[in-house]
């Protein structure tokens, strides 16, 4: 059974960082695409970051790219979102996810089909 778990969600101020960590069982990295997502309030679910464990390819949304930073530790099955500089509008319910990799738009929420519980990022003063 595939299992993703998402943590590190808090409170941050503005210009701040902050990193989540998505620890991922029943699979093995190599095998699937993990993507973060975020679903501000009472917005749509929007993917801001995919990773090819296959081969290391990564994408960024262009509304995070500078400033978010995913890594992965394969011995601990954990992938981590880093997060710097952060804005009032990067407030949201975190998601990672584990699905199939698709070049043409690797972000696509369609795509993934595990899904760990969110964790929620405020960024206020």
């Known amino acids: 059974e595939v299992q993703l778990q998402a943590s590190g969600g808090g409170l941050v101020q503005p210009g701040g960082s902050l990193t989540l960590s998505c620890l991922v069982s029943?699979?093995?990295?190599?095998?699937?695409?993990i993507g973060w997502f975020r679903q501000p309030p009472g917005e749509l679910r929007e993917g801001i970051s995919c990773v090819n464990t296959k081969d290391g390819r990564t994408h960024y949304s262009d509304l995070v790219k500078g400033r978010f930073t995913v890594t992965s530790d394969n011995a601990k099955n954990t992938e981590y979102l880093q997060m710097n500089s952060l804005k009032p509008e990067d407030t949201a319910v975190y998601f990672c996810a584990a699905g199939e990799y698709v070049p043409a738009s690797p972000m696509l929420p369609l795509w993934y089909r595990d899904w760990g519980q969110g964790t929620l990022v405020t960024v206020s003063s």
């Open positions: 029943g699979f093995t990295f190599g095998d699937r695409a």
